[in-house]
């Protein structure tokens, strides 16, 4: 069975690096706010072109905290992509404010950007620009919108570390952003983890207290915050993975080039060629879309190829959100994805004999129930 997804093989060979971490965690016996976190915060930051980095706890709270340092809350509107994981959109309403849903492009799967400025309102405080799947969003639109209304960009790039538009890096398109480190994620820790980026220094002072219980100095609180804090651990097995990010993210593309240049079978929609202008795209996952997706991923695990879903009900059908389930009508594209995507496997560590033969066993399916 080849895997969908195969931590063991990006792991093993850095292990003795990890476990160094691990080691030296142990003997200094300093969990939380100490020296590899303050080292991982210098490098990321470095790496994605911006000035400042703030570790906190998960992806989601990344999000949720760079709104509620903007002072975004009760009835503002945040606008959002309506194809996004759910975590976009609970960081939105757990700070009071509403999202607004634009649908994707179906070309891209990201935010049509060109929707954007007729769901502006007077309460409309932020665009978050969702780079879902790997692939930035048409950020030079986003930020002339944004320009024009005096909005705050957000970028969610729980899934897109180190991909480009125009040359810079995610979590340096925009006001903020918001990473994700969770396992599977292109930089992923050894558990949760998440992290804020923005060249914005007061920001990020105040991102950085509201993160440790609103914290200015110990015992002196001056936002009502919360904690969510990257522990040492996990920023020290960040700050060696980060070291492969940029060659894994190559390999990624690689493979997803690949796949796009020999997966020959008409029932299936590739990603568009755009993707790999520039490392635009760098494939966190490789979607494809396909009618009767379950017979698909049937046929599929059949023949030992390990498949996902990313992500089959539109968040305006799932039952947290029921208010909004009217909404699903102004994004059909967004639920036609739901519908039809399917994830293959693409991660460093797939080896040649396995990228064939997902190709040979792709290219023969027929389709059948």
């Not at 991909?163 to 949760?192: C, E, I, M, V």
């Not at 379950?294 to 599929?300: A, D, I, S, T, V």
């Not at 009508?329 to 797939?350: F, M, V």
Request: hydrophobic share 35%; aromatic share 10%; charged share 25%.
């Amino acid at each position: 069975m080849i895997p969908y997804l195969n931590l063991k093989v990006i792991h093993e060979p850095i292990r003795e690096e990890l476990d160094e971490v691990y080691r030296t965690v142990m003997d200094n016996s300093w969990y939380i706010m100490g020296s590899y976190l303050e080292k991982f915060e210098y490098d990321f930051a470095k790496f994605c072109g911006a000035k400042y980095c703030v570790g906190v706890g998960n992806g989601l709270d990344a999000l949720r905290i760079i709104l509620q340092a903007y002072g975004i809350g009760q009835g503002d509107e945040v606008i959002v992509s309506g194809n996004t994981f759910i975590a976009s959109v609970l960081a939105i309403t757990y700070v009071g404010a509403v999202p607004v849903f634009i649908d994707a492009q179906k070309e891209t799967y990201t935010m049509d950007t060109s929707l954007i400025e007729a769901k502006i309102t007077s309460k409309t405080k932020a665009i978050m620009a969702v780079h879902i799947y790997g692939r930035t969003v048409d950020m030079d639109k986003v930020n002339k919108i944004a320009r024009k209304y005096n909005l705050k960009v957000i970028e969610d790039a729980a899934q897109a570390h180190g991909a480009k538009f125009q040359g810079k890096r995610t979590g340096n398109l925009g006001d903020a952003a918001g990473f994700s480190f969770y396992p599977g994620k292109n930089l992923g820790a050894l558990g949760d983890g998440g992290a804020i980026v923005t060249n914005d220094k007061e920001l990020s002072e105040k991102m950085r207290a509201i993160s440790n219980y609103g914290s200015k100095g110990k015992y002196h609180h001056s936002y009502k915050g919360c904690n969510s804090r990257l522990d040492e651990l996990q920023a020290g097995f960040l700050s060696v993975k980060l070291k492969y990010l940029e060659a894994w993210n190559k390999e990624r593309i690689r493979i997803a080039r690949l796949y796009n240049e020999n997966i020959n079978n008409f029932r299936l929609i590739l990603p568009s060629e755009d993707s790999f202008l520039e490392e635009r795209n760098v494939f966190h996952i490789y979607p494809v879309l396909v009618e009767n997706r379950e017979n698909f991923r049937k046929y599929l695990e059949q023949n030992g190829v390990g498949t996902n879903v990313h992500y089959p009900i539109p968040i305006t059908e799932q039952e947290a959100y029921a208010e909004w389930k009217q909404m699903t009508e102004d994004i059909p594209n967004t639920k036609r994805i739901c519908a039809e995507e399917i994830s293959i496997p693409l991660y460093p560590g797939l080896t040649e004999w396995e990228i064939e033969k997902i190709i040979e066993i792709i290219n023969q399916y027929k389709g059948e129930a």
